[in-house]
């Protein structure tokens, strides 16, 4: 409700200090529309008032993130045309906004471990249309978070007791599998590995101190027969030991992850600066093709941040350089097919593409989402990460977003394109999901930051019309929506659900950059889906047809990322803010939260919580 300045006076006179607060949110959510932006951003939104950190850039982060809430509260058109900028000015003066109060309790003690939890309770009656008011306390939902730690608890739990060292657990068969291939046929422990951070963020201390325990004594890369892919070693094992040595500062993570990437160094001596995605952490041998010598572009382009913040605790550059090159040889004219957007696939011996069509999709996804967050994890410093990331925004709202149909109502969804150019064939995979969330994140430093952020939220509210138009409100994995009027919104190309996360990442994303709280309404529904359909006695299960109720199970396999990513996600998404803000950690595609540089005085060790 909007209230007069008279009425604030009248409130201020007769309830004095009390009323003197009021007052202030009277006068701030008034008739000044550029007051009552920032006002809203205080109030609800951490990422948006610090994504743009430090004096060098304050006065332009200010107008961009002026123009992305002012959105929010409708009053876009009174407030100044936004410069139309790639590269930041120099040093200005700092504009006059309030920076919110941190909430002051923590959840690490001094030693940087988390302090013991509380028990686990059953997950509480269900509570529709909560509204995630802010509060003095915060802006945490603990019902929800209790119901999402139960999931966790029963995930882990029978991870523990039935697939112990393994890298999967079959739920159905309640037992343990090391076959995938991606694993090197190594007992690596991949699903004990993934969910260390999870554990430690969500206070399972125990759980988590026998995972470390394993790790320290079980352990090794030496295990890993065979070819891995280097992708998912990296996002998974190199990404969960460099957050645990983030979180802890425990030598023990910090060695694992120098002997990954001392492993993976080994690859990148191809003359285009690519390294075969197929490798051999063991017994390496530089003349084999391995399974290559063609990959999609998200393999060698999703080594960035890992590589970044590797060079930084081991004082080694060449992770980092190995990282630059492999984005110069990701974007020379032969690989690019539209502006900003390399085709999907590259030869990694000769830097040609190897097909051309070009997506956001499965197979390209976190080579944008890389592109993106490199920028924040540099302290804004990666000013060629931030042009690419405007080129890449500006070419997917005006290329690659289309319009599709329910009937007669119109939605813009994210779709693909053949050949580099041409029509947009509306194809959208669950993968492509994220892309919600990262447009959301990375709307404000783009030189047009009220449509990205716009294409961030048609995104996601595809993806959750794929959720809330089956029968048992979890999405398929793969969709052809409708071009034309009349008809359903989309046919089903795959029907399974894998227990992903992308859906739940763009929502917790979308919450913290808005703070509407539809996006907090959507990810309990999708949990209470996932909990009433995919838990059985032995964990959880992937489902083989989202439209029918009840569903069966597809493979059985709970997949390493239900842990790391989806559970954590949901977490996340009904946590207070201060948990792992966005202007002091950004995630890899697995989940795996890094330190922003110049966020803490220290590489490691550092609090997850403001």
């Given at each position: 409700?909007?209230?007069?300045?008279?009425?604030?006076?009248?409130?201020?006179?007769?309830?004095?200090?009390?009323?003197?607060?009021?007052?202030?949110?009277?006068?701030?959510?008034?008739?000044?529309?550029?007051?009552?932006?920032?006002?809203?951003?205080?109030?609800?939104?951490?990422?948006?008032?610090?994504?743009?950190?430090?004096?060098?850039?304050?006065?332009?982060?200010?107008?961009?993130?002026?123009?992305?809430?002012?959105?929010?509260?409708?009053?876009?058109?009174?407030?100044?045309?936004?410069?139309?900028?790639?590269?930041?000015?120099?040093?200005?003066?700092?504009?006059?906004?309030?920076?919110?109060?941190?909430?002051?309790?923590?959840?690490?003690?001094?030693?940087?471990?988390?302090?013991?939890?509380?028990?686990?309770?059953?997950?509480?009656?269900?509570?529709?249309?909560?509204?995630?008011?802010?509060?003095?306390?915060?802006?945490?939902?603990?019902?929800?978070?209790?119901?999402?730690?139960?999931?966790?608890?029963?995930?882990?739990?029978?991870?523990?007791?039935y697939a112990w060292g393994y890298n999967e657990l079959l739920s159905v068969g309640k037992t343990g599998s090391d076959s995938q291939g991606m694993f090197g046929n190594g007992h690596l422990g991949a699903s004990l590995v993934d969910a260390l951070d999870t554990l430690y963020i969500a206070g399972f201390d125990k759980e988590y101190q026998r995972g470390r325990d394993w790790v320290a004594k079980e352990f090794t890369f030496d295990k890993a027969a065979g070819e891995v892919s280097m992708f998912e070693m990296?996002?998974?094992?190199?990404?969960?030991?460099?957050?645990?040595?983030?979180?802890?500062?425990?030598?023990?993570?910090?060695?694992?992850?120098?002997?990954?990437?001392?492993?993976?160094?080994?690859?990148?001596?191809?003359?285009?600066?690519?390294?075969?995605?197929?490798?051999?952490?063991?017994?390496?041998?530089?003349?084999?093709?391995?399974?290559?010598?063609?990959?999609?572009?998200?393999?060698?382009?999703?080594?960035?941040?890992?590589?970044?913040?590797?060079?930084?605790?081991?004082?080694?550059?060449?992770?980092?350089?190995?990282?630059?090159?492999?984005?110069?040889?990701?974007?020379?004219?032969?690989?690019?097919?539209?502006?900003?957007?390399?085709?999907?696939?590259?030869?990694?011996?000769?830097?040609?593409?190897?097909?051309?069509?070009?997506?956001?999709?499965?197979?390209?996804d976190s080579y944008y989402e890389y592109v993106m967050k490199s920028f924040i994890q540099s302290g804004k410093k990666d000013t060629r990460a931030q042009r690419l990331f405007n080129t890449i925004s500006n070419t997917v709202r005006t290329k690659l977003m289309t319009t599709v149909f329910s009937g007669d109502k119109p939605y813009r969804v994210l779709g693909r394109t053949y050949g580099g150019g041409g029509g947009v064939d509306p194809h959208l995979g669950h993968l492509g999901c994220f892309t919600g969330?990262?447009?959301?994140?990375?709307?404000?430093?783009?030189?047009?930051?009220?449509?990205?952020?716009?294409?961030?939220?048609?995104?996601?509210?595809?993806?959750?019309?794929?959720?809330?138009?089956?029968?048992?409100?979890?999405?398929?994995?793969?969709?052809?929506?409708?071009?034309?009027?009349?008809?359903?919104?989309?046919?089903?190309?795959?029907?399974?659900?894998?227990?992903?996360?992308?859906?739940?990442?763009?929502?917790?994303?979308?919450?913290?950059?808005?703070?509407?709280?539809?996006?907090?309404?959507?990810?309990?529904?999708?949990?209470?889906?996932?909990?009433?359909?995919?838990?059985?006695?032995?964990?959880?299960?992937?489902?083989?047809?989202?439209?029918?109720?009840?569903?069966?199970?597809?493979?059985?396999?709970?997949?390493?990322?239900?842990?790391?990513?989806?559970?954590?996600?949901?977490?996340?998404?009904?946590?207070?803010?201060?948990?792992?803000?966005?202007?002091?950690?950004?995630?890899?595609?697995?989940?795996?939260?890094?330190?922003?540089?110049?966020?803490?005085?220290?590489?490691?060790?550092?609090?997850?919580?403001?």
């Amino acid at each position: 409700m909007q209230f007069s300045r008279q009425r604030m006076l009248l409130a201020f006179l007769l309830l004095g200090s009390v009323a003197f607060y009021v007052g202030r949110l009277t006068v701030l959510h008034g008739t000044e529309p550029r007051l009552e932006a920032h006002r809203h951003h205080k109030l609800h939104a951490d990422v948006e008032q610090s994504l743009f950190a430090g004096e060098e850039h304050a006065e332009q982060s200010s107008q961009h993130v002026d123009a992305v809430m002012s959105v929010e509260r409708k009053v876009a058109q009174t407030d100044p045309v936004l410069p139309g900028v790639v590269a930041f000015p120099a040093a200005q003066k700092e504009k006059d906004v309030e920076v919110p109060a941190q909430v002051a309790h923590r959840s690490v003690n001094a030693n940087g471990n988390a302090n013991p939890q509380s028990v686990v309770k059953a997950p509480p009656k269900e509570e529709e249309g909560v509204k995630a008011a802010p509060s003095k306390a915060g802006n945490a939902m603990p019902e929800r978070q209790a119901f999402v730690k139960k999931m966790i608890k029963h995930a882990w739990d029978s991870y523990e007791k039935y697939a112990w060292g393994y890298n999967e657990l079959l739920s159905v068969g309640k037992t343990g599998s090391d076959s995938q291939g991606m694993f090197g046929n190594g007992h690596l422990g991949a699903s004990l590995v993934d969910a260390l951070d999870t554990l430690y963020i969500a206070g399972f201390d125990k759980e988590y101190q026998r995972g470390r325990d394993w790790v320290a004594k079980e352990f090794t890369f030496d295990k890993a027969a065979g070819e891995v892919s280097m992708f998912e070693m990296n996002i998974r094992f190199m990404g969960a030991f460099l957050t645990m040595y983030a979180f802890t500062g425990d030598d023990l993570y910090k060695k694992q992850a120098i002997d990954l990437g001392e492993r993976f160094a080994k690859g990148f001596h191809l003359s285009t600066g690519l390294s075969h995605n197929a490798i051999r952490l063991n017994g390496f041998d530089a003349n084999s093709d391995y399974s290559g010598p063609c990959f999609v572009i998200a393999e060698p382009g999703s080594l960035h941040l890992e590589f970044a913040y590797l060079s930084k605790i081991s004082g080694d550059d060449k992770y980092l350089q190995i990282a630059q090159r492999v984005r110069t040889a990701l974007n020379t004219p032969q690989m690019t097919g539209l502006p900003g957007l390399p085709y999907s696939e590259i030869n990694t011996n000769t830097g040609s593409p190897c097909r051309t069509d070009i997506n956001l999709d499965g197979g390209s996804d976190s080579y944008y989402e890389y592109v993106m967050k490199s920028f924040i994890q540099s302290g804004k410093k990666d000013t060629r990460a931030q042009r690419l990331f405007n080129t890449i925004s500006n070419t997917v709202r005006t290329k690659l977003m289309t319009t599709v149909f329910s009937g007669d109502k119109p939605y813009r969804v994210l779709g693909r394109t053949y050949g580099g150019g041409g029509g947009v064939d509306p194809h959208l995979g669950h993968l492509g999901c994220f892309t919600g969330g990262m447009f959301a994140l990375g709307a404000s430093f783009t030189d047009t930051p009220v449509e990205t952020l716009q294409v961030g939220k048609d995104i996601t509210q595809a993806c959750r019309e794929m959720y809330d138009r089956t029968a048992t409100k979890l999405g398929p994995d793969d969709v052809m929506f409708n071009s034309q009027k009349g008809g359903d919104l989309f046919s089903m190309s795959s029907s399974v659900y894998l227990l992903r996360p992308e859906v739940v990442e763009s929502y917790f994303v979308l919450w913290r950059v808005t703070k509407d709280p539809k996006y907090r309404e959507w990810g309990w529904e999708a949990a209470k889906a996932m909990e009433k359909h995919c838990r059985n006695d032995g964990g959880y299960t992937d489902i083989q047809n989202v439209n029918v109720n009840p569903p069966s199970p597809n493979s059985g396999v709970q997949q390493s990322f239900f842990l790391a990513e989806t559970l954590k996600y949901l977490y996340l998404l009904f946590s207070d803010d201060d948990v792992l803000p966005l202007d002091k950690w950004v995630f890899n595609t697995e989940a795996h939260p890094f330190p922003v540089d110049g966020a803490f005085d220290r590489v490691a060790g550092v609090p997850f919580r403001a």
